[in-house]
């Protein structure tokens, strides 16, 4: 139960080989029986199979009661405390895949197993960056492309519905301190300037990298920004973008995607559908109400603590458990075997029986035997405990090995791509293409014009 406690529940076939295991050290070569599992539940009420869910371990740790604590803490300062409701965001990145549908039960022909789903072409990875505010505004989005340059055939001939939205690119399709710095200044600092110039800002993020660089801490500091930053791998808990947003934004992208992939042939869509759907998306999940539940679900407004530290995701500490008490029955029968080294209170009870009589029914020595068992047993308990720790710790040791890495290089000399840009790319794109006002251009031309005249001087 410990071990639930801190992240790491056995399972069955871990508590059996841990039992055949000891079974063996206490001379059982043949190891446990098939029902002791089931026994050693009957035995132990307060144990019971529990489904397990999957939580990345340093998610487990950041959300822990201390950490939570201690953020609430700096979320309780004067100068933090004072920010007004509508002064507060909350941004975030989110990744989607192009071309992931939605899994999920469909119907097909009785004789078979499954079914295969068609999915929409394309798999490149592409990030947006989101925020909103405890009021719930939503403000307005920046797609990040994987690539080095914003290509005009990446978007769709009517561009209306993207009319407020700003285009980037990255090397890896990820955001970095360049492309962090420029939002911060072309999207975040104009669309949520207050009304009183002196009215703090309060900007809650993860602790990424891009977020902490001098350049944006500093544009903060020189627009009344204060940044706070959430406890590594708790933004599942805290972030309200993460706990009531971006769940049903990627539920409603897959929904939409699957839709489009089950009556058109999605063998060459990619980035142009990829907007249309995250669109659509967009507009049925980054809601006012999904926005104020996130910030109430995650106790950041209103303020309360208690909201957060209720959350079944949020590690409590460890109980310590009460020390247990095992009652060694008494042997039980004679045994003719010749006396060998006991090396478990099993064979130390074999022993005993093979003393002559009155020895053996001495209370005193009985009482001797039984405390030698009791110990023999821990002993064996604890070998093999040990034996798992070096195990576990050799193939960590293995996973914590310096590895080369390798620098990404960026260009940080491009800024966010819009609309009026994108319309002027196509038009020059478009003018390439047209060759029959070439041609016809040239058709006007009179032949003297397509002639060049030479004058040679000879001497």
Not at 311 to 322: D, E, H, I, L
Not at 392 to 417: C, D, H, S, T
Request: glycine share 6%.
């Amino acid at each position: 139960m410990v071990q639930a406690d801190l992240g790491c529940p056995v399972s069955h076939q871990q508590v059996r080989h841990f039992a055949n295991q000891i079974a063996i050290r206490n001379g059982f070569p043949e190891g446990v029986g098939k029902r002791w599992l089931q026994s050693f539940m009957d035995r132990n009420k307060e144990v019971k199979t529990l489904p397990g869910k999957s939580m990345d371990s340093d998610r487990y740790n950041g959300a822990s009661t201390e950490l939570i604590k201690a953020f609430f803490m700096l979320l309780s300062m004067p100068a933090v405390r004072i920010v007004k409701q509508k002064n507060r965001y909350n941004v975030d990145e989110v990744g989607m895949m192009e071309g992931i549908g939605l899994n999920g039960l469909f119907l097909g022909c009785k004789d078979k197993k499954s079914v295969l789903i068609r999915q929409p072409g394309s798999r490149s990875w592409i990030t947006i960056l989101e925020c909103i505010s405890a009021t719930g505004k939503v403000l307005r989005p920046l797609v990040i492309f994987k690539g080095k340059t914003v290509q005009q055939q990446h978007f769709p001939e009517k561009l209306d519905f993207l009319e407020d939205w700003e285009f980037t690119c990255s090397e890896k399709g990820w955001t970095n301190n360049h492309i962090a710095l420029i939002w911060l200044k072309t999207v975040f600092i104009p669309s949520t300037k207050p009304e009183n110039p002196k009215e703090p800002r309060l900007l809650i993020l993860d602790g990424h990298g891009s977020h902490m660089t001098e350049d944006f801490l500093f544009e903060c500091y020189n627009n009344n920004i204060f940044v706070l930053f959430l406890p590594a791998h708790a933004s599942h808990v805290l972030q309200p973008l993460d706990v009531a947003v971006f769940g049903p934004l990627k539920r409603a992208y897959r929904k939409f995607l699957s839709d489009l992939a089950s009556v058109a042939d999605s063998s060459h869509i990619g980035k142009i559908t990829f907007l249309y759907t995250y669109d659509k998306a967009r507009k049925e999940a980054i809601t006012k109400l999904n926005a104020l539940a996130g910030w109430k679900a995650t106790g950041l407004w209103p303020v309360n603590l208690a909201k957060v530290l209720i959350n079944p995701m949020v590690t409590q500490p460890p109980k310590t458990p009460a020390p247990v008490v095992t009652a060694i029955s008494p042997a039980k029968g004679k045994n003719s075997r010749l006396l060998m080294t006991p090396r478990s209170s099993v064979q130390l009870r074999r022993a005993l029986q093979a003393v002559p009589g009155v020895i053996s029914e001495d209370p005193a020595v009985r009482l001797l035997f039984r405390k030698i068992g009791s110990q023999l047993d821990s002993h064996n308990f604890e070998i093999e405990r040990q034996r798992r720790e070096i195990t576990i710790m050799q193939l960590e040791k293995e996973e914590y090995l310096p590895k080369k890495r390798k620098k990404v290089i960026y260009n940080g000399n491009a800024e966010f791509a819009k609309v009026p840009a994108i319309l002027k790319a196509r038009e020059q794109m478009r003018k390439v293409l047209q060759p029959q006002r070439t041609s016809y251009r040239i058709k006007k031309l009179k032949l003297e014009d397509l002639c060049t005249q030479f004058h040679l001087n000879i001497h």
